[in-house]
């Protein structure tokens, strides 16, 4: 990927000439006047806010309750691991927000404790905190917080230790015992560019195996046209369902295979990953009205069980450009960004063939910000710069609570309805996504870098000199 530090109207210019935007896109694109650097200050204000709101009432605990200022745990279910702190560091970073992230700091080395007897789900500990750690560790070169990632991910190991190397759901912090072998592609194949990272720093290559290990196990039970379905039993390696979709439950595994191939060169992760995407672009496409959907279709007969799309989904326009598909991507992208464009913010549900909401709430999602981002920093559009623009001024309109940013219980309704939760992804994903797309920081690799999915930065933060 080269870099582009081209003036706006150049950037309009070079899309217009490629063809790249569509002629309602381009009269907009022409039109925007929009301040990208102030509104990327805007962003680190809005998050120095949430910081010092979290600070103030939730110190320490996993989630803030931004209505109420309250807090709940994850994923443990009674006990505390400071789960939005850990999610936040790298964020804090980027946005040279450095005393409040030396504070976060300080805590991690002082109060992290993970030898806690209770249950967590390995998938979400592993992207959430052995990712925030390595991200903060990359971030500051802090050598405790490394030891500290790799505390964490020896604590889910013995999730691993199955027939087929596809890991059970859940593990015991403590004990290391282990349940609920019914599983999905996500959770089995979302480890390897975390797990190759602990490996590549600590010398030790038992993660980057049992991750490349589970990965190879799911891709190796793909139907005859090359598609996985929803559920599969890791003690035996049979399949419990047959939905193939690239939503919830699946996504993050086609995610990590490229992933495997853009950070750690992996030439088996890009094979698997040009096989799985060939299989779902020749199946599961679905053209109606002009758009691009992906309905979830039988994972052997590719026959259409559902058109409800998933959220979840909106990510893997981003996903799809990243590979080389970028007009495919682009072209779903669009189809979420209509839906944006209809209701504000996304519903966790949509039935592309009725044009309804099929789930009205919205988890405070980060997916469409990450497509957006993803497709820009490739092609650099004005385009993708305006669907985040939309995405985080719909946020603060919408989101923004006494306390902090919250999830919408209905975003059908006017004023949109609020609930009283701010998922710690919030502080990893999207206002990294935002802040990325609009400031140009100098303390980013623009060219040259890695966002996991879950928003942490593995490759390409730039530390400024020392004077
Ligand atoms: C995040 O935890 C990750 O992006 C994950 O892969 C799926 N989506 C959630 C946020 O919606």
Same mark, same amino acid.
């Given at each position: 990927?080269?870099t582009?530090p ?7 210019a070079?899309a ?6 569509p002629a309602?896109?381009? @009269? ?6 929009t ?13 120095r806010w949430?910081w ?11 989630q803030?309750?931004p ?10 279910k009674?006990?505390?691991l400071?789960?939005?702190l ?17 504070d ?12 806690i ?6 998938f979400?500990t592993?992207?959430?905190?052995v ?7 990359? @971030? ?6 490394l ?5 964490m991910a020896?604590?889910l ?5 199955t ?5 059970h759901?859940?593990? %015991?912090l403590k004990?290391?015992?282990t349940?609920?072998p019914?599983? %999905?592609?996500a959770?089995v194949?979302t480890?390897l560019?975390?797990w190759?990272t602990?490996?590549r720093l ?6 980057h195996d049992?991750a ?19 559920t599969i039993d890791a003690?035996t390696?049979?399949w419990l369902g ?7 439950g699946?996504d993050s ?7 495997g191939?853009q950070?750690?060169g992996d030439?088996?992760?890009?094979r698997m990953?040009d096989?799985?995407t ?5 199946h ?8 691009l959907?992906?309905p979830d279709i ?11 799309q998933?959220?979840l ?7 799809l450009?990243?590979g080389?598909?970028?007009e495919?991507?682009?072209?779903y992208t669009r189809a979420?960004a209509s839906v944006q ?6 519903p966790?549900g949509y ?10 709430t919205?988890?405070?999602r980060?997916e469409?910000?990450?497509?957006a981002?993803?497709?820009?920093l490739?092609?650099?559009s004005p ?7 939309d995405h ?12 902090g ?6 975003v ?11 998922p710690?992804?919030w502080?990893s ?5 935002y802040?990325?797309?609009f400031s ?21 933060l730039?530390?400024p000199?020392r004077h």
């Amino acid at each position: 990927m080269t870099t582009f530090p081209l003036k706006r109207r150049t950037l309009l210019a070079g899309a217009i000439a490629l063809g790249a935007l569509p002629a309602r896109t381009l @009269a907009a694109a022409s039109a925007d006047t929009t301040d990208w650097h102030a509104l990327g200050d805007d962003v680190r204000e809005q998050m120095r806010w949430a910081w010092s709101q979290y600070r103030e009432r939730a110190w320490g605990l996993d989630q803030i309750r931004p209505v109420s200022g309250g807090a709940e745990s994850f994923p443990l279910k009674t006990h505390h691991l400071g789960l939005t702190l850990i999610e936040a560091m790298d964020t804090l970073w980027v946005m040279g927000l450095d005393a409040e992230f030396a504070d976060a700091l300080e805590w991690t080395k002082t109060r992290l404790d993970f030898a806690i007897d209770g249950e967590v789900s390995v998938f979400e500990t592993s992207i959430r905190i052995v990712g925030g750690l390595l991200s903060a560790h990359h @971030a500051c070169g802090d050598p405790s917080l490394l030891a500290q990632a790799r505390d964490m991910a020896d604590r889910l190991l013995p999730a691993f230790a199955t027939p087929t190397g596809m890991p059970h759901r859940f593990v %015991n912090l403590k004990t290391g015992a282990t349940r609920d072998p019914a599983t %999905n592609p996500a959770e089995v194949g979302t480890f390897l560019p975390e797990w190759g990272t602990l490996s590549r720093l600590t010398g030790d290559p038992r993660y980057h195996d049992v991750a490349k290990r589970a990965v190879t196990a799911m891709f190796d039970r793909r139907s005859k046209i090359d598609l996985l379905a929803d559920t599969i039993d890791a003690d035996t390696g049979r399949w419990l369902g047959r939905r193939a979709s690239v939503g919830s439950g699946a996504d993050s595994y086609y995610e990590y295979l490229w992933d495997g191939w853009q950070l750690l060169g992996d030439a088996d992760c890009k094979r698997m990953y040009d096989v799985c995407t060939r299989g779902i672009l020749a199946h599961q496409q679905d053209r109606r009205d002009g758009r691009l959907w992906f309905p979830d279709i039988d994972f052997e007969t590719a026959k259409i069980v559902s058109t409800d799309q998933d959220e979840l989904a909106s990510f893997y326009g981003g996903l799809l450009a990243q590979g080389g598909a970028a007009e495919t991507g682009a072209a779903y992208t669009r189809a979420w960004a209509s839906v944006q464009d209809r209701f504000g913010i996304l519903p966790e549900g949509y039935d592309y063939a009725t044009a309804q909401p099929t789930m009205v709430t919205n988890a405070l999602r980060p997916e469409l910000a990450d497509a957006a981002f993803n497709l820009w920093l490739l092609d650099r559009s004005p385009e993708w710069r305006a669907v985040g623009r939309d995405h985080f001024l719909a946020m603060k309109r919408w989101n923004r609570a006494r306390y902090g940013y919250t999830a919408i219980a209905d975003v059908t309704q006017r004023p949109m309805l609020q609930s009283d939760h701010c998922p710690a992804y919030w502080w990893s994903e999207q206002m990294k996504y935002y802040y990325l797309l609009f400031s140009d920081t100098p303390r980013f690799n623009y060219a040259d870098n890695y966002l996991s999915t879950e928003g942490n930065v593995l490759r390409g933060l730039i530390r400024p000199a020392r004077h």
